[in-house]
């Protein structure tokens, strides 16, 4: 049985590396997140053979760490990943130097105030209710399926249920209509927050490529034919991390295929209307299949910190979703419900907004990547970050000289399932110009630092990237 730290790692990326190279490694994985603290690691022994190295290799690796203080030693016992006790850290977060390109996000809409002041009488209003919302309030419900009439997919308040954010609606779906044990298709690159969510709901995950063109479609509806799996996350409008979007010819396809074969299709829309000049619209992955279940929020088109989500589907899941989401919460903010329902008033508004920031955004990184000269940012005509091929598989090595370089930039890998794409590396378009500037300064020297191998110091920093 493969274990956890060789799954992260990906065997095929470090069966060819150093010591050194492979401490940098799984010290790449402590810092995202992926290995917790306190955590037990296959012995030397074990991960040796798991990697078909020597035993000395992985001995020299652990020494490593330890020497970091990334992981903790008992003579004759276990290895288990710790944080170094550094009193001076290189940063964390609250230090205001540290540029963190983990988090692809903007700031709020402008206006997000006024159409706060707007909602307070709605809020006022609500005083004498119990002030829960288990399906969420009708009137935001109902402009939410306005919205996705207008898309092309005729959809009844009945058929929504508001949540506090994406992330939020997916793992209340996946409590409804999951079972551990069963496969579940995802797309690689993916959004590694929901990989995770399926992980912990017990899916064992099988991935589908995406590049910067597209799908392979054909590899996803065979995959589809024979697997059969439960459930196929999708993210097809500005897919992250790619930005790609997939045709309406192959959401037909894939629907279908999935309805054929019993598959849940859960649509993440998080990041469909942040266009800036794709020149096509493409419909709703629900309007090719009612069995297609699809998640959005406003979190990327008017603020993050505006916890509001949805679930649009069919109304027997719809029942299921609230059988069991009081196990979780008992509904969304109501604040954060009737500033929505103001802001889905001004969506033409908050669009323009969206693309006039993401533009600017996009070449501000477009300038940064030509001054660094080795990089180029592949077309990205929407969605949150640019997916840079670095030429080489050096993703690891790069994201941890960057962090020397109070810079934080996850490396391909967290957007996997098995510890591939070190050719990779996400950045975002979301950040205003003059700190994508300096971002990109930074990953230039980091990027120097490589190509002189003095990419493997002692990382000082406690920091989990958030992604």
Not at 46 to 60: F, G, K, N, V
Not at 102 to 108: F, K, L, P, V
Not at 155 to 172: D, F, M, Q, R
Request: aromatic share 4%; hydrophobic share 40%; net charge neutral.
């Amino acid at each position: 049985m493969t274990s956890r730290l060789v799954e992260q790692l990906g065997a095929q990326n470090a069966a060819g590396s150093t010591a050194a190279e492979l401490a940098g490694q799984i010290r790449a994985l402590i810092l995202d997140g992926r290995l917790t603290n306190g955590e037990r690691l296959p012995s030397e022994r074990a991960l040796a053979l798991e990697l078909r190295r020597s035993r000395s290799t992985m001995t020299r690796a652990y020494g490593l760490l330890e020497s970091d203080g990334y992981v903790t030693r008992l003579h004759g016992g276990s290895t288990r990943v710790a944080l170094p006790h550094i009193e001076h850290r290189a940063f964390d977060s609250d230090d205001a130097s540290a540029i963190d390109l983990s988090i692809a996000s903007m700031d709020s809409t402008p206006g997000l105030y006024d159409a706060t002041v707007r909602s307070l009488p709605r809020l006022a209003a609500l005083r004498s209710t119990s002030g829960y919302s288990l399906q969420g309030l009708p009137e935001l419900r109902d402009a939410v399926a306005s919205r996705f009439t207008q898309r092309g997919v005729p959809t009844s308040p009945e058929e929504i249920i508001i949540t506090s954010g994406a992330l939020n609606a997916v793992n209340l779906v996946l409590a409804a209509i999951g079972r551990r044990g069963e496969r579940a298709v995802v797309e690689q690159p993916s959004f590694p927050h929901a990989l995770d969510a399926l992980d912990r709901n017990g899916y064992r995950l099988t991935p589908t490529p995406v590049g910067i063109d597209g799908w392979d479609v054909r590899h996803l509806t065979e995959l589809l034919l024979r697997s059969r799996p439960r459930v196929a996350y999708l993210i097809p409008d500005f897919h992250n991390p790619t930005g790609a979007t997939m045709t309406d010819a192959d959401r037909d396809r894939v629907a279908a295929t999935a309805r054929n074969v019993g598959t849940s299709v859960i649509a993440d829309e998080t990041t469909t209307e942040l266009d800036i000049d794709r020149g096509w619209t493409p419909l709703p992955m629900a309007a090719f299949s009612p069995q297609v279940i699809t998640v959005g929020s406003m979190s990327k088109i008017a603020w993050g910190g505006l916890r509001l989500g949805w679930i649009r589907a069919e109304k027997p899941v719809i029942a299921r979703v609230l059988a069991v989401r009081p196990s979780f919460e008992l509904g969304t903010a109501l604040l954060d419900q009737c500033i929505a329902v103001e802001l889905l008033d001004e969506m033409p508004a908050l669009a323009e907004h969206v693309r006039s920031r993401l533009h600017a955004g996009r070449s501000a990184v477009s300038a940064g990547l030509e001054a660094i000269g080795d990089l180029r940012m592949p077309r990205t005509p929407g969605g949150l970050s640019a997916w840079i091929d670095l030429g080489a598989p050096i993703s690891t090595r790069l994201s941890l000289a960057a962090r020397d370089r109070r810079l934080i930039a996850p490396p391909g890998p967290r957007f996997s399932t098995g510890g591939v794409l070190e050719r990779f590396l996400r950045i975002p378009i979301t950040y205003p110009p003059e700190r994508t500037i300096e971002a990109l300064e930074r990953l230039r020297l980091a990027w120097d630092d490589v190509r002189e191998g003095t990419a493997f110091r002692p990382v000082a920093d406690t920091h989990a990237a958030v992604i």
